[in-house]
């Protein structure tokens, strides 16, 4: 009998995390659509000095591109869409 009311109270505390957790993402989710709805291509990016080392990022990323690799080109080349 204890052993059942054990099972049944941790799986209602397992299922309130669960319900929490993908509601948090599903909100957060929702918060990230503005972004990527409203992204624009800039280069050279805007930085600022809490956004860390992005530069040293963009070189370690760089070795997997080739001059062959494919590019977008014309008046559409700063677009995201592909």
Do not use: C
Request: hydrophobic share 45%; aromatic share 18%; glycine share 4%.
């Amino acid at each position: 009998m204890l052993h059942l009311l054990v099972s049944h109270v941790f799986m209602f505390f397992s299922m309130t995390s669960a319900s929490y957790i993908v509601g948090q993402w599903l909100s957060q989710w929702r918060n990230d659509l503005f972004v990527w709805e409203n992204k624009k291509f800039s280069r050279p990016p805007v930085l600022v000095k809490g956004d860390g080392p992005i530069q040293a990022q963009r070189r370690w990323f760089k070795q997997f591109y080739s001059a062959s690799s494919f590019q977008k080109n014309g008046p559409d080349a700063a677009s995201l869409e592909w």
